[in-house]
């Protein structure tokens, strides 16, 4: 699936961008949008509050069900909150000990199948979760890593913590057969986030044709922020990132004859911004501008040109928001690859108002224009 045919966003710039068609589990182009802004919006959380442990579950079966894993993740983590053992069928046993209980423990997940290419898949995906969790001290004397002995045939040393073995005999009684899980401390937690966000988006890890369900599976107080808060900030700091970045880029290229780099486009707009920005310094009293081939603080200068040219190019945005307008395409095939791309070669006229509701125009328009300043 790809974004909507025949309907593009015009932006301020005169470009054509695609509108998201929403379905992110079979539109390449919106999947790629949907992990971005899980990117940006687990890393805001994290801000306020980071996760320091990461689990992943896995399945074994080739006919586990959908409902069922979701079950049993339920009960892995009810079991973890309340420290208590898991018997058959998630019973809970009545002579057994009691664990360490966790019960400020929060998660976000990410649903993705495996290729089912390896040796022993027998070219089934199956479906695991990879978890970002909170609630768990990362120095917490369960994440400590031990050797044990590894199973057989070869019984070789194996390296895992004390949470790791729990979380492993938890989710075996639970599945009945599952028993592979990982458990480790994040010692980086926003490359984590970044790398589960955007690395299990990847094509080959997509859901099977079908599936309707959601791939990104918070738990209910994971977010420190409503959702929707956190969404609406995360498309305004990726606005905000693209524009600086394009700004830094036309500065130093116009201004400091620096190689342009890969992929770069100054547009009559950003250079128009860029001269805007250097007028406006002009009119500040003599002590208050700032000397662009000087040596007083560059970096100063720099960022205060940066500043100024951000705010003229948020001006002109703003003045030209973007149109839904309805265009020609025209497919062009990669015959070495065999994959159909779709550019648009004409605009035809603006969409008609009954047409435009059906797009969420305010909501897809913040990010679409995100990715393309």
């Not at 182009?29 to 980071?50: G, H, I, K, P, T």
């Not at 690859?337 to 797009?359: D, H, Q, S």
Request: hydrophobic fraction near 35%.
């Amino acid at each position: 699936m790809s974004p909507c045919y025949g309907i593009r966003w015009l932006m301020y710039d005169g470009s054509l961008e695609p509108v998201r068609c929403g379905a992110s589990n079979r539109c390449d182009y919106c999947a790629m949008f949907a992990a971005l802004e899980a990117a940006v919006v687990l890393r805001l959380d994290a801000q306020m509050r980071q996760p320091e442990v990461g689990i992943t579950t896995t399945t074994r079966r080739e006919d586990f069900p959908f409902d069922e894993l979701r079950k049993a993740e339920a009960l892995l983590w009810r079991a973890l909150r309340k420290g208590n053992q898991i018997g058959r069928r998630g019973r809970r046993p009545k002579d057994e000990p009691d664990y360490e209980a966790f019960p400020d423990l929060q998660y976000c997940g990410f649903l993705e199948w495996t290729t089912g290419e390896g040796t022993r898949a027998g070219g089934v995906r199956r479906p695991h979760i990879h978890h970002l969790v909170k609630g768990i001290p990362g120095d917490h004397p369960l994440l400590k890593e031990i050797w044990i002995e590894g199973p057989a045939p070869k019984f070789e040393p194996v390296q895992t913590t004390k949470l790791e073995q729990r979380v492993s005999d938890l989710w075996r009684a639970i599945t009945g057969d599952a028993y592979i899980v990982e458990v480790r401390r994040l010692r980086t937690p926003a490359g984590a986030i970044a790398y589960l966000a955007l690395h299990h988006h990847k094509r080959s890890q997509s859901p099977p044709p079908g599936f309707r369900g959601r791939r990104l599976r918070p738990s209910k107080g994971y977010y420190e922020l409503p959702i929707s808060e956190l969404r609406q900030l995360a498309r305004r700091l990726t606005s905000q990132d693209r524009v600086r970045m394009a700004v830094k880029n036309a500065v130093a290229v116009e201004l400091e004859g620096a190689d342009k780099p890969d992929r770069y486009e100054a547009d009559d707009l950003l250079v128009a911004a860029l001269c805007e920005g250097l007028r406006d310094l002009a009119r500040e009293p003599l002590e208050l501008q700032i000397d662009i081939w000087g040596e007083t603080d560059p970096e100063a200068e720099r960022e205060e040109l940066l500043r100024r040219t951000v705010a003229e190019l948020e001006k002109i945005r703003n003045a030209h928001p973007p149109e839904l307008v309805r265009v020609r395409e025209q497919q062009d095939v990669d015959h070495s690859t065999g994959i159909v791309t779709r550019r648009a070669t004409a605009v035809l006229g603006a969409l008609e108002p009954k047409l435009k509701r059906l797009f969420v125009a305010n909501r897809d328009r913040d990010f679409t224009e995100a990715m393309a300043a």
